[in-house]
């Protein structure tokens, strides 16, 4: 992490429970414009609230500064068509989703992203979740992405015969993970499976990390996918939360994770079916050692 020089004053840390209230407040205001006839508006809008001190401290730590993450939202809605594989329909989500999510590059500024598919195949800071999960070891599921023909045709298949055994998800590219997250999501799981109704099924991950380089093939392909982004960085994950309704259990699921949040453990980003989440710095080694502690180590 990048150390402050002597003699330069450390600037305080954002306000996040008032980023994020500034954040709902300008939502439902972009949500009164979201008419195609109103883009001028919008824009004014943004370039108002956005300069507030609340929401600027949070842009202006960013790596991309104030600037940047500001004209990145403006070509981001200016490029925006809803499309219902996303998890982004409309302005007032990809607005909420974009600025909620830039804790994530605040906070791990300092990360460098993995950039190619290459970097997160041959990445030693990561682990196979394949390796461990068939050691018992950890305490969630995931689906892999199929990687060929006969896999796409054999997951359609299940999905005809059995439509609701598992939540309709592409499932992961990489199934790979930072150590802390694995330890995190493990003790998720732990939580949820405590607080669920009997017979809920575990935690379900629906995307853990991406390279640079498949953050922008999901773009190509329609989807809402975000740059710079958490999962670039190893260090954010989405979770299911729409499909666990079905069990009664959406609640307690959405109920600890903003628990979590407010304990200063999370950065939580409510994406509809799926929630986006990512790991503060400050929980980081407590659950990097929780992971070195459950693997024997």
């Known amino acids: 992490m990048r150390r402050v ?6 600037r305080p840390a954002p306000d996040l429970d008032a980023y ?9 205001e972009v949500g009164a414009l979201a008419d195609p006839e109103s883009a001028g508006a919008r824009q004014v809008l943004l370039d108002e609230r956005l300069r507030e001190p609340a929401i600027a ?8 500064g104030f600037i940047g993450a500001r004209e990145t939202l403006l070509l981001e809605l200016s490029r ?25 590059v605040m906070w791990w500024r300092d990360v460098a992203p993995f950039m190619t598919d290459a970097q997160v195949d041959a990445s030693a800071e990561l682990v ?27 997951r359609a298949l299940g999905r005809r015969l059995l439509p609701d055994a598992r939540p309709r998800t592409a499932g992961l590219r990489f199934r790979r993970a930072r150590r802390e997250l694995v330890g995190l999501l493990n003790d998720l799981g732990r939580e949820f499976a405590r607080s ?19 953050q922008h093939r999901l773009r190509r392909l329609g989807y809402a996918a975000l740059v710079p982004s958490g999962h670039c960085l190893g260090y954010a994950v989405d979770v299911e939360l729409a499909w666990f309704e079905r ?10 994770l903003l628990a979590r949040q407010r304990a200063g453990e999370l950065n939580v ?26 693997m024997g180590r």
């Open 5 to 10: 020089p002597r003699g330069v004053a450390r």
């Open 20 to 28: 994020r209230a500034a954040v709902a407040d300008l939502v439902v």
């Open 57 to 64: 401290a949070v842009l202006d730590a960013t790596a991309q």
């Open 80 to 104: 925006h068509q809803p499309n219902p594989r996303t998890g982004l329909p409309d302005l007032t989500a990809l607005v909420r989703s974009y600025l909620l999510s830039r804790v994530d």
């Open 128 to 154: 196979d979740l394949e390796w461990l999960r068939r050691r018992d070891l950890l305490r969630f599921r995931y689906q892999e992405q199929p990687a060929s023909l006969l896999g796409r045709g054999a």
């Open 196 to 214: 669920a109704p009997p017979g809920t099924p575990p935690l379900e991950v629906t995307a853990l990390v991406h390279s640079a380089e498949h």
């Open 247 to 256: 069990f009664d259990a959406r609640d307690a699921l959405a109920g600890l």
């Open 269 to 294: 980003v409510d994406e509809g079916p799926a929630w986006h989440l990512c790991l503060a710095p400050a929980a980081r080694l407590r659950f990097a050692t929780a992971y070195e502690a459950e």
